[in-house]
């Protein structure tokens, strides 16, 4: 039960992740102001919070290491 719950969570950040790439690649947002319930919209907010991490540090850790990974 408990790993379910570890694959779920990685799963969600992963989708998070995919969602902050595509915004990122976009310069599109997610209107949080649509939201009316005011929990919803802060699970919302960490929830896209929490890929837009992920993708920073994802883009850190590349940057780190110039050899591996360049420019187009």
């Known amino acids: 039960m408990f790993g379910r719950l570890i694959s779920l969570a990685f799963?969600?950040?992963l989708a998070s992740a995919a969602f902050a790439g595509a915004s990122q690649a976009s310069g599109l947002?997610?209107?949080e102001k649509t939201i009316e319930n005011d929990q919803l919209r802060a699970a919302?907010?960490?929830y896209f919070?929490?890929?837009e991490w992920v993708v920073s540090f994802g883009a850190s850790q590349m940057k780190a290491y110039p050899d591996y990974f360049v420019r187009k």
């Open 49 to 51: 919070g929490i890929g």
């Open 11 to 13: 799963e969600a950040s």
């Open 44 to 46: 919302m907010s960490a």
């Open 29 to 31: 947002k997610f209107n």
